[in-house]
């Protein structure tokens, strides 16, 4: 684990888990190995992710409770700084993450923290920023074969595609096509 462990890849999932509703470890790692696969969390890494959490002021555990004849449990909950955290990671993650990373794609995830109108800006500036790394990208060298330079056309295929794909979602938020948390529903919805 990082010696700052707010950098470590669960706490922006974990966060968002928490935005949701308060819960104790064994139910984070349970729905964090749920709703991500690829993630591998055990309620000893969430637990001390937590403790760390807590200290650094982002969350906030209840009394341990006991429910039937399960050991005791600390709840956990986000706090107004977590909250606030949790925006400032998902921006971030929206704003600076490279192309095709995980830190791009667990701020998608939570986008819906954000108001509509600041994520599809947030969304439009990275196509923007995706769109300039491609203008970056050059063809192959001469004289280079193109076997030796596979991942540059690789690389300019996810680029092309993540460009693609934000700046379609960036429309769908700003069109209410997308059911977004805050947002009044669109023409002929709810």
């Known amino acids: 684990m990082p010696l700052d462990a ?53 969350v906030a555990s209840q009394q341990p409770e006991r429910v039937g004849n399960r050991p005791p449990r600390t709840v956990y909950e986000l706090t107004e700084a977590g909250r606030a955290d949790f925006r400032r990671k998902v921006e971030a993650g929206l704003d600076e993450g490279q192309a095709a990373s995980a830190d791009f794609v667990m701020a998608v995830a939570y986008a819906g923290i954000l108001p509509a109108d600041h ?51 960036a429309s769908r938020i700003r069109s209410h096509d997308i059911d977004w948390p805050g947002t009044p529903a669109g023409p002929g919805e709810g």
Request: hydrophobic fraction near 45%; charge should be neutral.
């Open 6 to 58: 707010s950098r470590n890849s669960l706490v922006l999932p974990l966060l968002g888990l928490l935005v949701e509703r308060p819960s104790h470890a064994y139910g984070l790692a349970s729905h964090l190995r749920e709703r991500y696969g690829h993630l591998t969390a055990t309620r000893s890494t969430v637990t001390s992710l937590l403790k760390s959490l807590e200290r650094a002021g982002l």
């Open 119 to 169: 994520a599809a800006s947030l969304l439009e500036a990275r196509a923007d920023r995706l769109d300039g790394e491609l203008a970056a990208l050059r063809d192959r060298p001469d004289g280079v074969a193109e076997a030796h330079m596979l991942e540059a056309a690789y690389w300019r295929t996810i680029v092309t595609a993540e460009a693609a794909w934000v700046r379609t979602l």
